[in-house]
């Protein structure tokens, strides 16, 4: 079946400018995640979800970062006012969720590389 | 809060070398234990996962880790390394329980010579 699907694979803007990344999870999982990667970095937890639900905003590092996922499917990350340090590869993840089980497998999406000029 | 160390960046072996790669987690209680792979071009993928029972994890490709608590550990290893194991590995560690958020590690980029 089709995995976690991601767009844009690439997106270039300017410092100040709003995004939208888009994460369309594996059809059937409950859960979902966001991270970024950095140069240099493992990858950092932004936000999960449960449902519609985002029971874990822990990761988001300032409230220029917004995320949304609606019909327990398809996830919107919002980066608002970017600025050059946003830059990076932003990855979403998926997984069946079932009673938020911690040993869930998490599936992975391609990423959208983010560069902010 | 839990963290994850792992002690080699980058790693270059020839073809039929064995490998061992380190991850130390730092938490007080009970852990499930992640290894993920990405392949040049690919997704992160899960390689092995554990969450109790035997310590002794066996993965795809022939991968294995073993759980060592009271090391903190839970190093990868492989017998004889391939050219197509060229990737970066990430070790990751959630507490427990319900749902944990997953602390991965900084990843080491395996380079495989033929």
């Known amino acids: 079946g089709a995995g976690v699907s991601q767009s844009p694979s690439n997106k270039v803007t300017e410092k100040g400018k709003d995004v939208e990344l888009r994460c369309d999870p594996i059809s059937g999982h409950t859960a979902l995640y966001w991270y970024r990667q950095s140069l240099g970095q493992g990858l950092e937890f932004l936000i999960y979800f449960q449902g519609n639900s985002a029971p874990d905003k822990s990761g988001l590092p300032s409230d220029r970062f917004s995320a949304e996922r609606t019909g327990g499917s398809v996830s919107t990350l919002t980066i608002q006012r970017t600025q050059q340090e946003d830059s990076a590869v932003y990855l979403c993840?998926?997984?069946?969720?079932?009673?938020?089980?911690?040993?869930?497998?998490?599936?992975f999406g391609p990423g959208t590389r983010l560069t902010v000029l | 809060a839990q963290s994850v160390s792992q002690h080699n960046h980058h790693v270059i072996l020839s073809e039929a070398a064995s490998l061992e790669l380190g991850c130390n987690y730092s938490?007080?209680?009970?852990?499930?234990l992640f290894w993920y792979v990405q392949y040049p071009g690919q997704h992160l993928q899960l390689l092995l996962k554990y969450f109790s029972g035997d310590p002794l994890v066996k993965g795809i490709k022939g991968f294995e880790a073993e759980f060592i608590k009271s090391k903190f550990s839970f190093n990868l290893r492989k017998p004889s390394v391939q050219w197509s194991d060229t990737a970066e590995y990430f070790c990751?560690?959630?507490?427990?329980?319900?749902?944990?958020?997953?602390?991965f590690g900084i990843g080491t980029k395996l380079q495989v010579i033929p």
């Open positions: 938490y007080g209680g009970t852990v499930n």
């Open positions: 993840a998926s997984s069946l969720g079932t009673s938020g089980r911690s040993t869930d497998t998490q599936y």
């Open positions: 990751a560690v959630n507490a427990a329980g319900g749902y944990q958020k997953v602390t």
